[in-house]
């Protein structure tokens, strides 16, 4: 089956990026969407193919998509930002996987 | 504004079923999808299947594959997620939530316990 490995946690500043990492055999073939998730809450859709901010999400972040790994970049991270986040990937053959997921602390 | 309501939670024994209903408002439910995604405590986000409200085709994860059966009721704007031959390992949240590509909206969760 398809996997998508992320590294388990990251640690940043108030105010500095972000950069959270998801990786699959030939990822960038597939779309890619991003989800945070706060303890105790339903997850929130923040990046959708590959790149793009559903309404409401902050232009602080944003998405990448090539060769095997799609990046997860937030840009003056705030405290609010702390939260689980997990890639999905998703096309034809595949159907759907989340990633293993990332906890960003912010320090 | 869209709304996905689930049903309450459920403690099952082992080898039972439980079903999960997830009702809609606020947009046209047959024009999405809706995907069913569950967590177990601590544990990472494990998508189990979709159903195209529309056509009422669906696509199981082959984790799930034999197992769940998702289903729709238009009239009712109402999805449905039901997990057979339960085990304690069965025992986490499960999501509803709409979307095609990405899920969009996510229902409240519902919490399934499995436990003799």
């Known amino acids: 089956s398809y996997e998508l490995t992320q590294p388990p946690s990251v640690s940043v500043s108030p105010g500095q990026t972000a950069s959270i990492t998801c990786s699959g055999d030939k990822l960038g073939d597939k779309y890619v969407c991003w989800y945070q998730q706060k303890p105790g809450q339903s997850p929130v859709l923040v990046i959708y193919?590959?790149?793009k901010r559903p309404s409401g999400i902050p232009e602080r972040f944003s998405g990448s998509n090539s060769g095997n790994t799609a990046t997860l970049t937030v840009s003056g991270t705030q405290a609010m930002d702390e939260a689980d986040y997990y890639c999905?990937?998703?096309?034809?053959?595949?159907?759907?996987?989340f990633g293993t997921g990332t906890k960003v602390t912010v320090l | 504004q869209v709304q996905l309501v689930q049903s309450g939670a459920e403690v099952k024994k082992p080898g039972a079923s439980v079903k999960v209903s997830c009702k809609a408002s606020g947009y046209t439910f047959t024009t999405y999808a809706m995907h069913w995604v569950r967590q177990a405590p601590g544990q990472r986000l494990e998508w189990m299947g979709w159903i195209n409200a529309g056509s009422g085709n669906t696509k199981y994860s082959q984790e799930f594959q034999g197992r769940v059966t998702i289903t729709r009721d238009t009239s009712a704007s109402t999805a449905y997620m039901e997990l057979s031959s339960l085990r304690s390992e069965d025992t986490a949240v499960y999501y509803c939530?709409?979307?095609?590509?990405?899920?969009?909206?996510w229902g409240q969760g519902t919490l399934v316990t499995v436990s003799s």
């Open positions: 999905q990937a998703w096309d034809s053959s595949t159907s759907y996987v």
């Open positions: 193919q590959n790149s």
């Open positions: 939530g709409r979307g095609v590509g990405g899920v969009d909206n």
